[in-house]
């Protein structure tokens, strides 16, 4: 039995919070699908997301920070002319690859060189953040190579046994995942098209 919580009240954050900080992962809205977070500093909680979404290991698992100002704590560095753009698109459905900070555990990045970081235009997940203080690891909230379910009730039949909790906000807003942006390459490279268009990306960054 998976616990579904009414995302936007105050009780459903704290007790949210605690299941992240008690090292278990929970379900979550986005501003374009349902993921599945943990404690992207703790190497035994991001474990439990693989296992729920039987992912495979070598598949990396982007972070969730609340502000351009936290992109430092999981990223060594940030080209200095993408940080107006960053600005200006985020908090957003775009998710960038930046150099890793070496602090992040191994089993977040794949164990390579580089991290892909994302600050959702959500309310829920930024107070969520706010709430717990740390970045999070967050990926699809479904089993792998299956659809991610729009709705919460969705989420909890699909993944049933396998998390503690998800946070209703009723169907996602969008059903395309975020656009990756590498911006360890010169020029920056699509590497997945997502919610946000080349042609918004354009306005910012030759490419």
Do not use: W
């Not at 792998?144 to 996602?172: C, E, F, K, W, Y």
């Amino acid at each position: 039995m998976v616990d579904i919580l009414p995302a936007r009240e105050r009780e459903s954050l704290k007790i949210a919070a605690d299941t992240l900080r008690r090292g278990d992962i929970i379900a979550l809205p986005t501003d374009t699908i349902y993921g599945l977070a943990a404690l992207a500093f703790d190497p035994v909680a991001v474990a439990k997301i693989y296992t729920a979404k039987n992912r495979p290991a070598h598949k990396a698992i982007p972070v969730f920070v609340a502000s351009t100002a936290d992109m430092p704590r999981v990223c060594r560095e940030i080209p200095g002319t993408a940080k107006p753009a960053l600005q200006a698109l985020l908090p957003g459905a775009l998710t960038v690859i930046l150099p890793a900070h070496p602090a992040l555990p191994g089993i977040v990045t794949n164990f390579g060189d580089t991290v892909a970081v994302r600050i959702p235009d959500h309310p829920v997940v930024l107070d969520l953040l706010a709430a717990v203080g740390e970045p999070l690891a967050v990926t699809s909230a479904n089993l792998s190579n299956h659809p991610t379910p729009p709705t919460a009730a969705g989420v909890a039949q699909q993944l049933a046994g396998r998390i503690a909790l998800v946070l209703d906000d009723g169907p996602s807003p969008r059903r395309d995942p975020s656009t990756i942006l590498d911006l360890t390459q010169s020029p920056p490279k699509i590497l997945r098209q997502g919610a946000i268009s080349a042609a918004k990306l354009a306005q910012f960054f030759q490419l």
